[in-house]
């Protein structure tokens, strides 16, 4: 997927980076998007912290 370009307020939590983007129809969006090699975990939540709690309790599968 792309990645959004407007990240802000990003927070690394181990491998998981999680970032506060604006979708550009008047919402933020939270990303927590793994950065290991082989993993490709990324996922989009509603709040900042469902997207902390995800980064926090993420498990590389690789
Ligand atoms: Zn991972």
Do not use: W
């Not at 999680?18 to 990303?31: A, E, L, N, P, S």
């Not at 939540?45 to 498990?59: G, M, Q, V």
Request: charged share 25%; net charge positive.
């Amino acid at each position: 997927m792309p990645r959004p370009n407007r990240f802000r307020d990003v927070l690394r939590v181990g491998p998981v980076q999680v970032g506060t983007y604006y979708d550009g129809r008047g919402r933020d969006k939270h990303t927590a998007a793994c950065t290991a090699p082989r993993c490709g975990f990324s996922a989009d939540y509603h709040s900042r912290s469902a997207a902390e709690l995800a980064a926090r309790t993420h498990r590389c599968t690789a």
